[in-house]
C-alpha cells in the first residue's frame, strides 16, 4: 500500500540557460499556454500549462548546481535520438501523429521513428532545445 493518496502528477520542471527560448518551444510544439509564475527575484522561472494533462516549470539554470547542460550530455556528447527509447525522456500523447511528425521535419528537428512491437502505436523521439528528449506516441490506427 502506497503512503501517497490520491497522487497525480502536478509538473515537471527543465532548468535552462534561455527559459524565453524553452517557452516558445514547448508553445509552438504542444500548445503550452503561459501562466502566472511567482517572482523569485534571485532567479526567473515561466511556467507554463498544457490544459488538461501539467504543467512544466522552466527554471533559469544556476551556474552554481552545474547539473549538466541536458540529459545527453551526463553520458555522451552527442545528441542522438535514437538512443531515446532507452533514456530519460518525457512522453506526449497526440491524436494527429502523421500531421504532426511531417511539421517536426519541416522545421529540421532531428527524429527517430519507430512502431511498438504490436504494431499498435507509432513513436517518434527528439530533443528540446536543451537537450531534454521527447517521445511523441500515436495511434496506428488514425
Not at 517557452?23 to 503561459?34: L, V
Not at 527509447?85 to 500531421?99: K, M
Amino acid at each position: 500500500m502506497s503512503i501517497a493518496k490520491g497522487a497525480t502528477l502536478n509538473h515537471i520542471s527543465r532548468e535552462s540557460s534561455d527559459i524565453r527560448r524553452l517557452a516558445d518551444f514547448y508553445q509552438e510544439i504542444f500548445g503550452f499556454e503561459e501562466m502566472k509564475a511567482p517572482d523569485f527575484g534571485e532567479f526567473k522561472v515561466i511556467w507554463l500549462n498544457l490544459p488538461g494533462a501539467f504543467a512544466l516549470h522552466l527554471i533559469e539554470r544556476s551556474h552554481v548546481t552545474k547539473l549538466p547542460e541536458g540529459p545527453y550530455s551526463a553520458t555522451s556528447p552527442v545528441a542522438d535520438p535514437s538512443h531515446l527509447p532507452r533514456g530519460h525522456h518525457i512522453c506526449f500523447s497526440v491524436s494527429n501523429f502523421d500531421s504532426f511528425v511531417n511539421s517536426l521535419k519541416e522545421k529540421g528537428i532531428q527524429t527517430f521513428q519507430r512502431s511498438l512491437p504490436d504494431g499498435k502505436v507509432k513513436q517518434i523521439f527528439f530533443f528540446d532545445p536543451d537537450g531534454n528528449g521527447l517521445e511523441v506516441a500515436g495511434r496506428s490506427d488514425e
